[in-house]
């Protein structure tokens, strides 16, 4: 079995940080890339950002300059630092992995998802 379980979210005033986590668990033989989205009430799930294994990173045009995404592959984490939020980032946040599992079969996973609430 895997798991990915994200923590970090919450309620921040408009200009402030939270910096997300998403640990992934289980039978993982390895990961491939692994992404934040979001959600917001009435809107599509759109992609925040993606990080390859080898470290490539894109973005969102909106959080560009402000949000950075990591990851430490030895704890099968990523991360992503959002700075000077803004009132449209509120949304529910959730964590994907390419993943292949120990049975050697590949698929996406997700989280559970987290809300993030800046207030203006």
């Given at each position: 079995?895997?798991?990915l379980v994200e923590s970090g979210g919450g309620l921040v005033q408009a200009g402030?940080?939270?910096r997300l986590s998403c640990a992934a668990s289980?039978?993982?033989f390895g990961i491939n890339a692994m992404g934040w989205y979001r959600q917001a009430p009435g809107k599509q799930?759109?992609?925040v950002a993606r990080i390859t294994s080898g470290g490539n990173t894109n973005y969102?045009?909106?959080v560009k300059g402000r949000f950075t995404i990591s990851r430490d592959n030895a704890k099968n984490t990523v991360y992503l630092q959002m700075n000077s939020l803004k009132p449209e980032d509120s949304a529910?946040?959730?964590c994907n992995a390419d993943l292949i599992s120990s049975i050697?079969?590949?698929r996406n996973y997700w989280g559970q998802g987290t809300q993030v609430t800046?207030?203006?």
């Amino acid at each position: 079995q895997v798991q990915l379980v994200e923590s970090g979210g919450g309620l921040v005033q408009a200009g402030g940080s939270l910096r997300l986590s998403c640990a992934a668990s289980g039978s993982i033989f390895g990961i491939n890339a692994m992404g934040w989205y979001r959600q917001a009430p009435g809107k599509q799930r759109e992609l925040v950002a993606r990080i390859t294994s080898g470290g490539n990173t894109n973005y969102a045009d909106s959080v560009k300059g402000r949000f950075t995404i990591s990851r430490d592959n030895a704890k099968n984490t990523v991360y992503l630092q959002m700075n000077s939020l803004k009132p449209e980032d509120s949304a529910v946040y959730s964590c994907n992995a390419d993943l292949i599992s120990s049975i050697l079969t590949r698929r996406n996973y997700w989280g559970q998802g987290t809300q993030v609430t800046v207030s203006s």
